[in-house]
């Protein structure tokens, strides 16, 4: 199935910016088919009532987040709703899981909801619960039905989390309920904020989720989510490595938190965290190393030089400069034109293989430091050969043409691909074979 115009449009527009697209990253994705299987090994096992966790680990340019957001997109192709947070040292401790769920809950998405889809999940879970009473014979327009929608919420809800759902959760998602049947979607709006941990909210709930209680929330919205009618949760933590930069008390805190997650794992049935982390952060004693109780869980093992994909830790290897040439031409196919042949011709394989190595030049060959820098020039090529019928990129790159064929000898020197002759003026005569 091909990309929408507006997918494509939006890869574009991110790369131009130096930013992982949010969608369409499967058309260029290169080198990863191995780490994408073991994504979706875990997704199936999340489908099927697991509770996993899986840690990508790569330097600076590997492409942990291109790969993170593919787990997502992937992840929802396959019905589950996702949450991608970055992990910040302004707006997010870790140490802290209230600001953790908070975050996951702003973050959430689904395929028809790009974002913050809690309102849009919270809908089809209480439309379900409707629409089983009512094929189990209750009358919808009983004066009881609405009682009766909420008592059945309040049992799928405790049956669900074994009873752990926090009453205010229940009592917030009943009054919800009653708002909305009564068309007071503001004050409706305003307890979703509050279920979302948002400050400042007033919604008439006495006190906010707090760090303690904020685990057993979540427990209630990925039960709800799967109640609702999605396979489970994905929830990527991107860029913990930023916890090496905080204060040592809040880093082991930190620390501490995900492996409190981990070791829940198998009690949040459907729900898979991915995290993305650098070596650095897994390997020096300033992190994981540094908590003898997650590195056991977690360390990256190698056998002989061998690594097992299925481990705590899923390694992505530096970009080299075959990857970023093949990622160039699937960018070039992918790119909207309506002169294919002509910007074909521009970009060829021959000043891609030279601009990979004029832009990996300035960092002495190592090729996994600039993926990014290397798509945003090459996405400013694109452009601009795209816009300027006389532009050059040879020329504009300063390039020397090397290895040419001799029609792009001739080609080069303003000749065409063939001597002139007297005769082709005057044409052929018609002969019956």
């Keep these: 199935m091909g990309m929408s115009e507006r997918d494509i449009a939006h890869v574009f527009e991110r790369l131009r910016s130096g930013v992982v697209p949010e969608r369409g990253l499967e058309t260029f994705a290169v080198g990863i088919d191995k780490q994408r299987a073991e994504i979706h090994r875990l997704l199936k096992m999340a489908e099927e009532g697991e509770g996993v966790f899986k840690f990508l680990r790569g330097g600076y340019g590997c492409g942990k987040t291109f790969m993170a957001r593919l787990a997502a997109i992937d992840a929802q192709a396959r019905g ?114 509050w279920l979302s941990a948002s400050e400042n909210v007033a919604a008439g709930v006495k006190g906010d989720i707090g760090s303690r209680e904020a685990l057993d929330y979540l427990h209630g919205l990925l039960e709800i989510v799967k109640a609702a009618g999605y396979k489970g949760l994905v929830i990527v933590i991107d860029e913990v490595e930023t916890i090496l930069r905080m204060r040592r008390d809040v880093r082991g805190k930190s620390l501490n938190g995900i492996r409190q997650i981990c070791d829940a794992a198998d009690r949040y049935r459907g729900l898979f965290c991915l995290f993305t982390g650098t070596p650095e952060f897994f390997d020096t004693k300033r992190g994981v190393a540094g908590l003898q109780p997650l590195h056991d869980r977690i360390q990256y093992l190698t056998h002989g030089g061998f690594a097992n994909l299925r481990q705590a830790q899923l390694a992505l290897e530096p970009f080299d400069a075959r990857r970023l040439h093949e990622v160039a031409l699937k960018l070039r196919e992918l790119y909207p034109t309506a002169d294919r042949m002509g910007l074909t011709t521009k970009i060829s394989p021959a000043f891609l293989e030279q601009l990979v190595s004029k832009v990996t030049a300035g960092f002495r060959g190592d090729v996994g430091v600039v993926p990014r820098q290397f798509l945003r020039h090459f996405v400013d090529v694109l452009d601009l050969a795209a816009e300027y019928a006389d532009f050059d990129p040879m020329a504009a790159e300063g390039f020397a043409l090397t290895n040419l064929t001799e029609d792009e000898q001739r080609l080069q020197a303003g000749h065409g691909s063939y001597d002139a002759e007297p005769e082709d003026e005057v044409g052929y005569t018609s002969v019956e074979f």
């Design 80 to 193: 589950f709703a996702t949450s991608f947070v970055v992990v910040s040292d302004n707006d997010l401790h870790f140490e802290r899981f209230d600001d953790v769920y908070r975050k996951v809950v702003q973050e959430l998405s689904t395929n028809s909801c790009p974002r913050g889809a809690l309102g849009d999940i919270l809908d089809r879970w209480m439309a379900r619960v409707e629409n089983a009473l009512i094929a189990a014979g209750t009358d919808e327009n009983n004066p009881t039905f609405d009682t009766l929608v909420q008592q059945r919420m309040d049992e799928e809800l405790a049956s669900l989390t074994g009873g752990k759902a926090p009453e205010d959760m229940s009592r917030v998602l009943r009054t919800i309920f009653t708002l909305k049947q009564d068309g007071k979607l503001v004050e409706a709006g305003a307890l979703l904020s």
